[in-house]
DNA sequence: CCGGATCCGTTTCGATACTG
DNA sequence: CAGTATCGAAACGGATCCGG
């Protein structure tokens, strides 16, 4: 197993569009914590300038891991949605989220959540993705 | 499970190591490639200048992912090795690995190791581990 | 040679102000 | 409210240089 998989993992090409701070961020936003509005990643704890928010957008929608569109009453609105490409990432964001619980604890207040992530990981991961799915279908129609 | 999930994912702070072009390309290189020196993550296919490396190793250990020791038997060459912490993001690099072959397909050559690397995920995860530290165990006596 | 520091032109970031 | 414009600060990346 070992050597054949030395070959593998060409991530660079994917780091180009996950390796820097916001994407990752705004991917969460989007699938955990349901944002969908400039304004609501904007007002993002972490605090994005709004210029890199626009340009980040824009290389999320290029590398079509999401959609940009108006909702027919509403025009004044734009709302963002994760494409599967997009949704499939949430298991890149759970382990990000449980490397990141075993070892900057300090920054998590919440444990017992995270045991029962690591222990159930799988199914939650699934629910997840179907409950973003869901509420992308209540949107879109 | 829902909502009380949604304020977790402080990933950001996790982001300031892991979100950027190099450090996973490093980290993948010692723990998949078995890389160790200066020179061999110089000659890494993805073309690392050299101060962006030294910084980035710096960065790294700073953080205790890695560690940086010469051997005794040779002065002139520097051995970077993973921690435990280090190790412990197999997993992340593992889903990341995936999540490419899925998506940006063309830069994979290898598709059956994909495909037992998708249905065997956390034994080779954990087989990859083991032999780093092994490997480990070994230069370092 | 190898590891890594330094210099320098170019790109990107980030904060704030501003526009439709 | 959704972005763009601007500008100083920081980071990048390539090349070169230096000590052991």
Redesign the interface.
Known sequence: ??K?????????????I?????S??LI?DML???KKTFKAFSAS??GIATGILASRLKLLESFGLITKRKLPDNKKENIYLLTE?GI??A???I??????D???RK????LK??E??KTDKAS?IS??QE?YRQMVAKIIV
Not at 95 to 100: C, M, R
Request: charged residues 30%; aromatic residues 10%; proline residues 5%.
């Open positions: 197993m070992k054949e998989f030395r070959s593998l993992c060409p991530i660079a090409s994917t780091l180009d996950l390796g820097d701070k916001w990752l961020v969460r955990v914590r349901e704890e972490e490409k499939d990432l298991p890149v964001i382990e990000v989220t449980l490397w990141g075993k070892y900057m920054y998590n207040p919440e959540a995270y029962k992530l939650i629910t997840l409950n």
